[in-house]
């Protein structure tokens, strides 16, 4: 299989701290993609990250990206209630071909 | 802008019969939709790529004669369950890549639908 793996699968915090999840995958990618899925509904696009950037940023989000080792991390900051969600990381390997998805955390934010 | 919306939004079925979900780019022209499916926390699977004007392309393992889709147009992508029995209860989703520029940041994003919960009885 060519699904990646995210850790960890499950993670609980309290308000206003940092979330962190790490994304590993296992074939050469043109770009990486981190998705957040509320219960029982569709993916929202959070951030893509071309496989020769190393971080990117959005709002309260950081990403980054290491090919040598097939890994990314996804830095939620200042984390809020609303946060809790199923995020996925998501591989493409170019060309507008499709995506594979990575197992998920399932983050909960407690007030 | 990029939405996609999915019809209907959940099912209850009969085992033994057909059902039809639909996909649609609302705002803009897909010429290359996917169809999902996940079962309960666990991730997406990718079933086939839907390409307009031609054939799906079925990834390993999932049954073409069973998972019908039609691309006929460049909003619409339907997937059709045949013969539906309890095992195929899950969660579809589907998604519409957005076109883009090689470079661009929309290159190779998609846009994801709110799926659609069947269950088989």
């Known amino acids: 299989s060519q699904q990646g793996e995210e850790d960890p699968q499950a993670l609980s915090i309290q308000e206003g701290e940092n979330a962190t999840m790490n994304c590993s995958y296992k074939?050469?990618?043109?770009?990486l993609q981190w998705y957040r899925q509320n219960s029982g509904r569709g993916l929202v696009h959070l951030i893509l990250?071309?496989?020769?950037?190393r971080e990117k940023h959005s709002g309260r989000l950081r990403v980054t990206l290491d090919t040598s080792k097939k890994s990314s991390s996804l830095l939620i900051t200042a984390s809020r209630a609303a946060d809790t969600a199923s995020y996925f990381c998501?591989?493409?390997?170019?060309?507008?071909?499709?995506?594979?998805f990575g197992t998920g955390t399932q983050l909960k934010v407690e007030l | 802008g990029a939405v996609v919306s999915q019809h209907p939004s959940w099912v209850i079925c009969k085992s033994g019969t057909s059902v039809k979900i639909e996909c649609r780019s609302l705002?803009?022209?897909?010429?290359?939709m996917f169809w999902y499916r996940q079962f309960p926390k666990q991730s997406l699977m990718l079933m086939a790529t839907?390409?307009?004007?031609?054939?799906?392309?079925?990834e390993q393992g999932v049954e073409k004669d069973k998972f019908l889709i039609n691309h006929a147009s460049l909003t619409l992508s339907t997937l059709t369950v045949t013969s539906a029995h309890p095992e195929d209860s899950s969660f579809y989703i589907c998604?519409?890549?957005?076109?883009?520029?090689?470079?661009?940041?929309?290159?190779?994003?998609?846009?994801f639908g709110p799926g659609t919960r069947l269950t088989v009885l």
């Open positions: 998604s519409a890549r957005l076109p883009g520029l090689a470079g661009s940041r929309s290159y190779n994003e998609q846009f």
């Open positions: 074939t050469s990618i043109n770009n």
């Open positions: 990250i071309r496989s020769n950037e």
């Open positions: 998501a591989t493409g390997t170019g060309g507008g071909n499709k995506l594979t």
């Open positions: 705002d803009f022209q897909a010429t290359t």
């Open positions: 839907s390409n307009e004007g031609s054939k799906a392309t079925y």
